[in-house]
Nanobody
Framework: QVQLVESGGGLVQTGGSLRLSCAASGRTFSGTAMGWFRQAPGKEREFVAVINWSGVRPYYADSVKGRFTISRDNGKNTVYLQMNYLKPEDTAVYYC???????????????????WGQGTQVTVST
């Protein structure tokens, strides 16, 4: 059974940092691009970041560029999202997902992904 399990969410003050992890099991995702999405209350799920299979081609949503960093450890079958300088508007449930392709360019739609985690809550207080 393929599973993606996120962890690392929580409550943090504005300007703080969190590191999310996404551990995959059931199969290896070392040949697959991996992404992060988020969904705030009352809003649609939106793209946050994606990284290609080898970990050298990250792409970010404009809203998080310069503050968030996506990375991966294929040996651990895990992808990370380092979030710095957090803002209240970053409050959302964060989901990791495995893409249908090894490449990361323009892989920013939900349709591009076929495996999803259950999500982890991130709350940024003022």
């Amino acid at each position: 059974q393929v599973q993606l399990v996120e962890s690392g969410g929580g409550l943090v003050q504005t300007g703080g940092s969190l590191r999310l992890s996404c551990a995959a099991s059931g199969r290896t995702f070392s040949g697959t691009a991996m992404g992060w999405f988020r969904q705030a209350p009352g809003k649609e799920r939106e793209f946050v970041a994606v990284i290609n299979w080898s970990g050298v081609r990250p792409y970010y949503a404009d809203s998080v560029k310069g503050r968030f960093t996506i990375s991966r450890d294929n040996g651990k079958n895990t992808v990370y999202l380092q979030m710095n300088y957090l803002k209240p508007e970053d409050t959302a449930v964060y989901y990791c997902a495995a893409a249908r392709t090894p490449y990361s360019a323009n892989v920013n739609r939900e349709y591009d992904y076929n495996y999803w985690g259950q999500g982890t809550q991130v709350t940024v207080s003022t």
